[in-house]
């Protein structure tokens, strides 16, 4: 029987490709990478790179790269909580996950921006928990109530209290790096087993243009010694900090991100790494950075199909929206790059909730984009031929009525065919008046508390509890605070 | 002869309003060689056209690429003018002192080049401190400086608090009412300057000069 087909979506001849890559070699090894980490350094040195030690510059050789893409592996295996479930994070596998890291939470009552504080972020990983088409969790708040220096581990340890799924992370100060590696040696026991089943993503950006500092560089070291998935993630803006046509903003990514490849596999050969990226059309007019604009999503969908062309994994910051409000605007946006970004095969899709350049966090939509993805992992699973013949068959089951519903073909394909909505309108005019004339952001709201009923805490996080908290309260000591906030939801 | 240099006028203000950097230099060295006084070329030709870079800024027909062309040709003219006009004894009256940076913490500093260029073009004297930009430094430079103003520009939401910090060591060194203190950057907003009690703020780096003007009149 003839194989569905997966929808693609392709942006760049391969001849093209080829030349953004060659480009990029040509920019490192002319311009070269600026490296601001001793140890980085160090690694570079011993391989025999050119360094200009004054400016912390390495002219990269393409030897070096070449034989950093070949030690990098093609596919990444992720494991939940407890280790059980796998997620493949390659091929054309994708994984949504929400957008990280925001630093405010749209209130649904006021309609306003405001700080997250620790129940904020309990209720988001309670949600996300719940929602099915959401693989992963990210560390998608930053807590306002604790102080600034443990706000990045705060995130990874309230994650790891609450939800199983595998996190996307990064830290925002160095010190916090061990602390963070440390929760999850607890959560895995040992070195070895964290290795073999990793649980969490660490993010690292690049300074655009073509600089590793020394917090990135030390995440992408670290990480790689023990196995950590570092996902690298530049983020030129057209014409602002990175060439302003989306082929020259793809040949610095290319470059900056072959620099952090470099680096990781220095670190340890065959560590994991994921070519991402948060790259943006800058706004020429107002000086923003809009991530639901298309042509982010183009420099996105075409940085992936090289990373694809150089078997690696990939990711990129994709389904999510520029708007303030739950709105049209966030729906087209989000829908459009989800939808992209499914297409490109994207493995590692972050976004969902997401609303205002990446600093605001919404439950509701991310209720909403639950069903976005949905219908993007429907999508790409294409059209399929489930039996031979196709129909002919039925039409002789059939009565004289016609009467589809009573086939048992229906009854055996359709939740396989078509996928259910949570939150889209799709009842009759009277229906939908009688049940209170809704938008999607009051159904949303409804369906948000629906499902925060519904949750249930892990098991695995109530016995690691006492061993998570015992690492954090050691840092937040070390960062001034003597007692942590109260955490609503831990004896439920 | 008189007709001819008023045309070489028109090419440089025409130079300097459509950005073209290469010739805004040259074009002012030919306006020169014809006799006219840098001063009269200057407040002639180069401070219409870059008013009008700034109204077509205003009107929503220039966006920042254009913006910063301008600002770059207003430049490349301005240090020909200035020579020649030193060379006569003469100083341009300048529109004020400023010390501008990016604060503490950021490392951004799109926004504040923009706003350092803009002034430079409206006759400021900048004083650039650059990124990441330490709170005392601030403060040391516009005493070292006799700055007229302290420019802040803060991108990050994290980072905006030491606008504000910079504000309070004015305070607590007793030097608040020397200088007048304007902020400005992506998260930064009217409400917020007031708050931390800034004298002004700008949404964008057309509106960052005339806050500036404003600024140095209040206080001569």
């Known amino acids: ?492 | 002869m008189k007709q001819e240099t008023s045309e070489q006028l028109q090419l440089l203000t025409q130079a300097i309003i459509q950005g073209r950097v290469d010739e805004s230099g040259p074009l002012a060295e030919k306006a020169l060689a014809s006799g006219r006084p840098p001063l009269e070329i200057i407040e002639k030709a180069c401070l219409p056209a870059i008013e009008e870079v700034g109204r077509l800024w205003e009107a929503g027909e220039y966006f920042l690429p254009e913006l910063i062309a301008g600002a770059e040709a207003m430049k490349a003219a301005m240090a020909i003018l200035q020579a020649a006009l030193k060379a006569t004894g003469q100083t341009l009256q300048s529109a004020g002192r400023v010390v501008i940076g990016t604060v503490e913490g950021d490392i951004h500093d799109i926004g504040k080049n923009l706003v350092a260029s803009m002034l430079r073009a409206a006759s400021f004297e900048v004083i650039d401190l650059g990124a990441d930009v330490k709170i005392d430094k601030f403060v040391e430079a516009a005493v070292e400086e006799k700055a007229d103003l302290i420019a802040l520009s803060a991108l990050l939401t994290t980072t905006m608090l030491n606008q504000k910090k910079v504000i309070e060591l004015l305070k607590s060194s007793g030097l608040r009412d020397r200088f007048r203190v304007m902020v400005g950057g992506a998260p930064v907003t009217e409400k917020y300057a007031r708050e931390i009690g800034a004298d002004g703020y700008g949404e964008s780096a057309v509106q960052a000069v005339a806050v500036a003007r404003s600024l140095v009149q209040i206080r001569r």
């Open chain 1, 1 to 492: 029987m003839a194989e569905a087909i997966r929808p693609q979506v392709r942006f760049l001849s391969q001849a093209a490709v080829e030349q953004i890559i060659e480009e990029a070699f040509e920019l490192l090894e002319k311009v070269g990478l600026f490296v601001e980490n001793e140890v980085a350094l160090k690694l570079l040195d011993e391989a025999g790179e050119k360094i200009d030690q004054r400016r912390s510059r390495v002219f990269l050789s393409r030897n070096l790269v070449e034989k950093g893409l070949r030690s990098c592996p093609a596919e990444i295996k992720l494991y939940d909580l407890e280790g059980q479930q796998e997620y493949l994070v390659g091929q054309d596998e994708i994984h949504f996950d929400p957008g990280s890291a925001a630093i405010k939470l749209l209130d649904p009552e006021r309609l306003e921006e405001r700080e997250p504080r620790t129940d904020d972020l309990v209720r988001l990983y309670q949600l996300v928990e719940t929602l099915e088409n959401l693989d992963f969790q990210s560390t998608a708040l930053v807590s306002a109530d604790v102080p600034k220096e443990m706000a990045d581990i705060y995130r990874l340890y309230l994650g790891f209290l609450f939800s199983r799924k595998p996190f996307v992370t990064g830290l925002f100060r160095v010190e916090s790096l061990k602390p963070m590696l440390d929760l999850l040696l607890a959560i895995r026991g040992d070195e070895k087993s964290l290795a073999a089943k990793p649980l969490a993503i660490f993010d690292a950006c690049p300074s655009p243009p073509l600089k590793w500092s020394r917090l990135t560089a030390e995440s992408l070291i670290q990480c790689s010694r023990l196995g950590v998935p570092s996902e690298l993630i530049p983020m030129g803006l057209t014409g602002a900090t990175s060439p302003v046509t989306l082929a020259g903003t793809l040949v610095q990514q290319v470059a900056e991100s072959f620099g952090g490849l470099v680096i990781c596999q220095l670190a340890r050969p065959g560590a994991p790494v994921i070519f991402g990226g948060s790259p943006a059309s800058f706004d020429m007019r107002k000086g923003t950075t809009p991530m639901g604009a298309v042509e982010t999503m183009m420099i996105n969908g075409a940085f992936a199909q090289i990373a694809k062309h150089l078997h690696l994994p990939t990711h990129a910051y994709m389904g999510l929206s520029d708007s303030k409000l739950v709105d049209a605007q966030a729906g087209l946006e989000t829908a459009m790059g989800a939808t992209l970004a499914g297409l490109a095969g994207i493995n590692v899709i972050s976004g969902a909730g997401m609303l205002d350049f990446e600093s605001t966090q919404s439950l509701e939509k991310l209720v909403i984009d639950n069903d976005i993805c949905g219908q993007v992992l429907r999508l790409v699973r294409g059209v399929a031929l489930r039996e031979k013949p196709l129909a002919l068959h039925l039409f002789q089951e059939l009565g004289a009525d016609f009467n589809f519903l009573v086939l048992p073909h229906t009854r055996k394909w359709y939740r396989q065919e078509h996928y259910f909505s949570s939150v889209l309108d799709r009842d009759v005019y009277d229906t939908w008046t009688a049940l209170g004339r809704l938008d999607i952001f009051q159904r949303a709201g409804k369906e948000v508390s629906r499902r925060l009923n519904l949750y249930q805490r892990p098991e695995r996080c109530r016995e690691k509890e006492v061993e998570l908290r015992s690492i954090m309260t050691a840092y937040a000591r070390s960062c001034g605070l003597e007692k942590l906030p109260e955490i609503p939801g831990l004896s439920d």
